[in-house]
């Protein structure tokens, strides 16, 4: 049997299997229920609901500039801090209207770390679902005559791409799971500051987290040019040793909680 059957899959299957076990280890260990980290899915979502349709007007509006005959680097560059700003500003942004005016009693580092995980997972389980669903469709391709679903013309890219995936080397074939493994601190070291504008009550820290992922999205955006797909993840894997350092720097006690009052005799 192909190895990359199995690993194809794997990789799927962790892409979603892994947020959805740190949820349930934060729950239950902390003891926080499931609503936080629904809270964070749902943030997430928010957030791509104005970031995609802003970047798609931007890229409409921009290519009609004379941009276009910009120098390549120069043009790279723009995209880096463009695409990391517009990141940091809707997710961020959104995260910090979700702790203001819909979650205003989370105000912990244990919740700030089960909002982030939400926000993270969520985002891991949908891209899991779109790599399984990719998985699926090659497996039945892999075993069917293409010129019988492909047109004429599109016949000899269709073979070529099939090709190209059941052909990879079988380590690249989990790179989606290492990137979400990645992903996720960074996330939850994002929603952590974000918190910390409530805990510590000083703004200055939303702006960190706006730079913070402005900086690690614009790092992926010129990666994605310069570097191989293993370096590249080296460099999210940094990231991501910053955010677990991030996180626990932050720690700070558990609010106590209050008594309930006694009644009246």
């Not at 909002?115 to 389980?125: K, N, P, T």
Request: glycine share 8%; proline share 5%; hydrophobic share 60%.
């Amino acid at each position: 049997m192909n190895i990359l059957i199995l690993t194809y899959g794997l990789n799927a299957v962790l892409m979603i299997a892994m947020p959805v076990g740190l949820a349930v280890f934060l729950a239950r260990r902390w003891k926080l229920g499931w609503s936080i980290w629904w809270i964070g899915a749902a943030t997430f979502i928010l957030s791509q609901v104005g970031h995609i349709p802003f970047n798609w007007a931007m890229s409409l509006w921009l290519n009609g500039t004379g941009m276009v005959y910009w120098p390549p680097l120069a043009q790279l560059a723009f995209n880096a801090v463009f695409l990391g700003l517009s990141a940091g500003v809707f997710e961020e942004g959104t995260r910090w209207l979700v702790l203001r005016f819909w979650i205003k009693k989370a105000r912990s580092w244990r919740t700030g770390i089960l909002f982030g995980a939400g926000h993270g997972g969520v985002e891991a389980i949908l891209f899991g679902i779109l790599v399984l669903a990719s998985y699926v469709s090659m497996l039945v391709l892999r075993s069917m005559d293409l010129s019988a679903l492909v047109p004429a013309g599109q016949l000899e890219l269709a073979q070529q791409q099939v090709a190209a995936y059941w052909s990879a080397p079988w380590y690249a074939t989990l790179l989606g799971a290492v990137e979400r493994l990645f992903a996720i601190p960074c996330h939850i070291a994002l929603a952590v500051m974000v918190m910390q504008v409530f805990t510590r009550r000083k703004i200055g820290w939303l702006f960190a987290a706006i730079g913070f992922h402005a900086l690690l999205d614009a790092a992926a955006v010129f990666g994605q040019q310069y570097l191989s797909i293993y370096a590249l993840e080296g460099v999210i894997g940094l990231f991501a040793v910053l955010s677990v350092c991030i996180i626990f720097l932050l720690r700070q006690p558990e609010p106590l909680a209050k008594p309930d009052p006694v009644p009246l005799p």
